[in-house]
T-cell receptor, first 115, second 110 residues
């Protein structure tokens, strides 16, 4: 079956612009995670959705970052007033539920470059 | 807070056995997961230990000691395709935040 998909695969933007990154999780997965990963580092947790609600947004670095999942499937990560430090690969993952130990299936990521 | 430590690099020869260690500090703890990531690829799940002891999945095994806040991933019969980064990850009991280590880059030589 289809895995997690993310669009776009690459996004280049200018400092100060607004960007949206999309994630299509595996059908039936209620849990959805957003991470960002810088070169040579592990994924850094941003936000977790259980269904439509953000159950844990403790990883969002500041109020420029926001994410939604209005129908409990597709999710969009929104970044306002982008800064050069936002450049990273943004990863989305989904799992059957949020129970610890449930395998998280990762998408291929969106590489964001802020010039 | 929560943190994980793992070696930055490990090198081994094809056919050998390699162990990648992970020590963690976390307030509350559910279990330890391991993920593999090839260059340019997405992380893929390898194993999860909720209880102390060894879990075996084919050539890969993972071990956890909760009393020592320590775990390891054991890779046997190494193949060139095992060259990748390996991450340990934990989720504390305070929420749904999954914390990943910085990763261990494994180089398998012929």
């Amino acid at each position: 079956g289809a895995g997690v998909s993310q669009t776009p695969s690459n996004k280049v933007t200018e400092k100060g612009k607004y960007v949206e990154l999309r994630c299509d999780p595996i059908s039936g997965h209620t849990a959805l995670y957003w991470y960002r990963q810088s070169l040579g580092q592990g994924p850094e947790f941003l936000i977790y959705f259980q269904g439509t609600g953000a159950a844990d947004d403790s990883g969002l670095p500041n109020d420029r970052f926001f994410a939604v999942r209005p129908e409990g499937s597709v999710s969009t990560l929104k970044i306002q007033r982008t800064e050069r430090g936002d450049s990273a690969v943004y990863l989305c993952a989904s799992s059957l539920s949020g129970e610890s130990g449930n395998e998280q299936f990762f998408g291929p990521g969106t590489r964001l470059t802020v010039l | 807070g929560q943190s994980l430590e793992q070696p930055s690099e490990v090198t081994a020869v094809e056919g050998a056995i390699v162990q990648i260690n992970c020590t963690y500090q976390t307030s509350g703890f559910y279990g330890l997961s391991w993920y593999q990531q090839h260059d340019g690829g997405a992380p893929t799940f390898l194993s999860y230990n909720a209880l102390d002891g060894l879990e075996e999945t084919g050539r890969f095994s993972s071990f956890l000691s909760r009393s020592d806040s320590y775990g390891y991933l054991l890779l046997q019969e190494l193949q060139m395709k095992d060259s990748a980064s390996y991450f340990c990850a934990v989720r504390g009991t305070g929420g749904f935040k999954t914390i990943f280590g910085a990763g261990t880059r494994l180089f398998v030589k012929a």
